[in-house]
């Protein structure tokens, strides 16, 4: 079965702290995904990536990055976290092509 | 843009009744569509997908769902739910790439929670 790994499942941060969300795939899939996850919004896309040090924006980058060095492992960043980070962020990856979408249990950040 | 609606933000339902839940998605060209579950505290789940051929797709826990082109539409149903199935319910459909095929990024909905009550 394919395994999605987010390291931490809850995190409470400060507000300006730096933040790092990690993910791990097994499944030597390309592409992977940053969504984040507010209720009556629904998942929305922060980044993706491709292939390996390949990244692009997603709908709503603003006040995150991304870092993908190896192809299993993909990291959020969030360079000075605020409290409207407040949220649930959920990792995926996928093989090449249309398909399904693997998700990670989630890592649900709040800042305080 | 592509969007997907889900209507109903939550659908109570008796256990053993049969449930419908509401997805339309707006696309101009042949998109593919797809529902995921998500029990709490859990991440997403593919529930089943439509990339082609029969409008009628069968999934997983017997659901099913109907790609309906004319209206836009592809709902969710199951003809006799448990309390088990009590979970949130996301509908998406594949983005576009700029010259006009589909790419494997999705495109979700807000979600409808679906409440199995004994």
């Known amino acids: 079965d394919v395994k999605v790994t987010q390291s931490s499942r809850y995190l409470v941060k400060r507000t300006g702290e730096k933040v790092f969300l990690e993910c791990v795939q097994d499944?030597?899939?390309?592409?992977m995904f940053w969504y984040r996850q507010d209720p009556g919004l629904g998942l929305r896309l922060i980044y993706f990536?491709?292939?390996?040090?390949?990244?692009e924006k997603g709908d709503i980058p603003e006040g995150y990055s991304v870092s993908r060095e190896k192809k299993e492992r993909f990291s959020l960043i969030l360079e000075s976290a605020s409290t409207n980070q407040t949220s649930m962020y959920l990792c995926?990856?996928?093989?090449?092509?249309?398909?399904?979408?693997?998700f990670g249990e989630g890592s649900r950040l709040t800042v305080l | 843009a592509q969007s997907v609606t889900q209507l109903d933000s939550q659908v109570p339902v008796f256990e053993e009744a049969p449930v419908e839940l509401r997805c339309n998605y707006s696309?101009?060209?042949?998109?593919?569509l797809f529902w995921y579950v998500q029990y709490p505290n859990q991440g997403l789940q593919l529930l089943l997908k439509?990339?082609?051929?029969?409008?009628l797709v069968k999934g997983i826990n017997g659901f099913e769902a109907e790609f309906n082109k004319s209206q836009t539409s592809f709902h969710l149903r199951k003809p006799s739910v448990h309390i088990s199935d009590t979970a949130e319910y996301f509908c998406?459909?594949?983005?576009?790439?700029?010259?006009?095929?589909?790419?494997?990024?999705?495109?979700f909905g807000t979600g409808t929670l679906l409440a199995v009550q004994p």
């Open positions: 995926a990856s996928s093989p090449q092509g249309v398909g399904e979408l693997f």
């Open positions: 499944m030597d899939h390309e592409n």
């Open positions: 990536s491709y292939d390996v040090k390949m990244k």
């Open positions: 696309s101009s060209v042949s998109v593919y």
């Open positions: 439509y990339l082609s051929g029969s409008t």
């Open positions: 998406a459909v594949s983005a576009l790439a700029g010259y006009g095929g589909a790419t494997n990024k999705l495109i």
